[in-house]
């Protein structure tokens, strides 16, 4: 099964639970999904690797939100913010540890070959995408900019 597929089988269980803040963020997440699989040249066809990168977008998007609510002495919205990214990172894979990362980061560079900065653009582009969904890309490329330089 999809993401896609799940996501729309658990809008379906949302509404029968009665589950407001869940189907809200399923509803919002399915909303890009749609958007993503009828952009031009994707031929109505959405990967899970695309639907993930959606996912972490969206999930990053909600603490960045929550935060600034938070910031703005909005805790009511900031707790919105916060359920519905918590819904949305339950699709999302485990998260890699700080030492998993630099691990699989490592690899990375020793399979690209990568011994400088000039190489840097070469091991982003694998780490993005072998990565996606379990690391932030801010902080692959912080570690990929400190092992290089």
Known sequence: MTLFEKVSNDI????K????????????????????KTAPGAGDE????????????LAKQGRDT?????????????EQEEAQATVIEEYLPKAL???ELEKEVRGIIAETGATSMKDM???MG???ARLAGRADG????????????
Do not use: C, H, T, W
Request: hydrophobic share 50%; charged share 30%.
């Open 12 to 15: 379906i269980a949302a509404m």
């Open 17 to 36: 639970a009665k589950d407001k803040v869940r189907l809200e963020a399923l509803r919002n997440i399915k909303k890009y999904f749609i958007e993503a």
């Open 46 to 57: 959405l990967s899970d690797a695309a639907a993930l990168k959606i996912l972490s977008k």
């Open 66 to 78: 929550a935060q600034l609510y938070r910031e703005q002495q909005r805790p009511d919205l900031a």
């Open 97 to 99: 540890s700080p030492e």
């Open 121 to 123: 653009g070469k091991v």
């Open 126 to 128: 694998l780490a993005s």
């Open 138 to 149: 801010k902080a692959i490329s912080v570690l990929v900019k400190q092992l290089l330089g």
